[in-house]
């Protein structure tokens, strides 16, 4: 009789972005020197939904928090505590 293999560890990469001053104030200055005029000028004149026009803005935040502010990969394990893993991780 063999033995069946342990079910591997559920692991899953979380990417936590890092709320330090500076990283904020990167993130806020990125915000005032975006120019959001293709934006607010495509509602205006119609060529932008307002549902595309989000779509826009959440795709350039995106890229800010990618590239402009700080973060990090952690792995969470099945057995880790809840509290390793902060709250405002996103995945």
């Known amino acids: 009789m063999t033995a069946e293999p342990a079910a591997a560890a559920t692991k ?4 936590c972005y ?3 001053a500076v990283d904020l104030a990167r993130l806020s200055q990125f915000s005032c020197d975006y120019n959001w005029n293709g934006v607010v000028l495509g509602i205006h ?3 932008l939904s307002v549902d595309q ?3 826009d803005f959440i ?3 995106h890229y800010a928090l990618e590239h402009v502010d700080g973060h990090r990969i ?8 809840p509290y390793f893993a902060p709250p405002t991780a996103v995945g």
């Open 45 to 47: 004149n119609g060529t």
């Open 53 to 55: 026009a989000f779509a």
């Open 18 to 20: 890092d709320r330090s």
């Open 59 to 61: 795709n350039v935040l």
């Open 12 to 15: 899953k990469r979380v990417m």
């Open 74 to 81: 952690v792995t969470v394990r099945e057995r880790d505590p």
